[in-house]
């Protein structure tokens, strides 16, 4: 950067060396001219940041200079005038023109110097405040764009999730109904199997082997009936065990024929909701512990009582009850190697299946406790359930 230009415009020779002289040794570039008209050309050739201008001078005098360059305030000059003559009026016009200081000759040469380098110095503070300004502006307008840019990518952004999330609920919706088919078709498919059981039976005289048959069309309703509920619940993967137990025990009543005011059922079931793999082998050992009771149990008796209980204990397992007030098992009875396949199979699933435990007790009827805890499979074929 270069040194600070001052303009002098002064048709007394002298008056412009004295304040070149001053000026110069504090590192000021001086240019001068003894008119307004040589004035003015320099003004346009130097640009300079100071102008100290006589007003009466010969050709163009220091208010028509004024006039000529138009000052106003955002310009990089600044005006001082310094004359011999000037009135009060004069000095009011020249305000109105736009310069920063008046001053009248005789002047003091140190009163000049301070004004130029104030004047100086508030022109050089006004630049840098518009510069930062105009920067300011810039910034904003850059930072403006960027923001204007980020929002941009944010709404795609957001569209693209939003379709991506719709894509998933599409395909999740459609899994859903796949898998809800495929319980019905398994449900359907087992009824099937048992009309087919069914229409066999027309040819079996045999009461033993009939009887057979109706256990295992039993069999196949319990797992069918849990495949229904399945399909009728929310998440598919869990049903209201309270509700299937109802309805699978209604079942067995009426496929035993069983007159209800004879035996009379009692249950107590607490409300929960269990995954298949535990309900399965649940439903299974309610069917036959319920059916040994029914076909068995009041053999010769006027009637009695069965009783159907799950709850759910503090530890989070659960305790199933399947008790009767009938004549009770016969001695010795061994449900781990018993010739007959209920009692096994209801052994198998308790300890093997259900990973449970199960008492049994044959005084006053016959009473059946078994605990057990709800499989849960994190992975597939992975037990993780206790
Ligand atoms: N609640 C009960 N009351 C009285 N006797 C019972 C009871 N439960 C079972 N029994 C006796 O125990 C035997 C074994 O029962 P188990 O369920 O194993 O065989 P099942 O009912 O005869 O035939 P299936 O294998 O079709 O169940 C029965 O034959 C019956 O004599
Ligand atoms: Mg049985």
Request: aromatic fraction near 6%; proline fraction near 2%; charged fraction near 30%.
């Amino acid at each position: 950067m270069g040194n600070d230009k001052i303009l002098i415009l002064d048709d007394e020779q002298i008056v412009v060396d004295a304040i070149t002289k001053n000026l110069s040794r504090r590192n000021y570039e001086i240019y001068s001219g003894k008119d307004g008209k040589e004035g003015l050309a320099l003004y346009h050739e130097v640009n300079p940041i100071l102008i100290i201008l006589d007003l009466r001078m010969p050709v163009m005098d220091g208010v028509e200079f004024l006039r000529k360059i138009n000052l106003s305030p955002s310009d990089s000059c600044s005006v001082i005038v310094l004359t011999g003559h000037g009135s009060d009026e004069e000095m009011e016009r020249c305000f109105e023109l736009g310069i920063s200081a008046f001053l009248r000759k005789p002047f003091n040469i140190y009163e000049l110097l301070g004004i130029v380098s104030h004047s100086i110095a508030l022109k050089k503070v006004e630049k840098e405040l518009r510069s930062y300004r105009d920067h300011l502006e810039e910034l904003v307008e850059k930072r403006t764009i960027e923001l204007q840019a980020t929002n941009d990518m944010l709404q795609k952004e957001i569209v693209e999730r939003t379709n991506a999330e719709v894509l998933a609920t599409r395909s999740l919706r459609d899994k859903e109904v796949l898998l809800r088919e495929i319980h019905h078709r398994v449900k359907n498919n087992l009824q099937i199997v048992s009309s087919l059981l069914d229409l066999q039976t027309k040819y079996i005289k045999d009461p033993e082997t009939l009887d057979m048959f109706k256990d295992s069309q039993n069999r196949l309703k319990t797992m069918a009936l849990l495949h229904e509920k399945l399909y009728q619940s929310d998440n598919m993967a869990e049903i209201d065990f309270a509700k299937y137990l109802t309805n699978l025990l209604d079942h067995l009543y009426r496929s035993y024929c069983i007159d209800t005011s004879c035996i009379l059922m009692t249950t107590d079931i607490d409300k929960a909701t269990i995954g298949l793999d535990t309900a399965v082998p649940c439903g299974l050992i309610v069917n036959e512990l319920v059916s040994n009771s029914l076909k068995h149990a009041f053999k010769g008796q006027q009637g009695g009582q069965l009783n159907v209980h799950l709850h759910k204990l503090d530890d989070g397992r659960f305790k199933l009850t399947v008790s009767d007030t009938g004549v009770g098992l016969p001695d010795g009875i061994d449900l781990k190697n018993s010739k007959t396949l209920g009692l096994r199979l209801v052994n198998a699933l308790v300890i093997e299946q259900l990973e449970g435990t199960l008492e049994f007790d044959t005084n006053n009827g016959t009473s059946f406790w078994i605990v057990f805890r709800e499989l849960k499979y994190t992975t597939r074929g992975t037990k993780d359930g206790r």
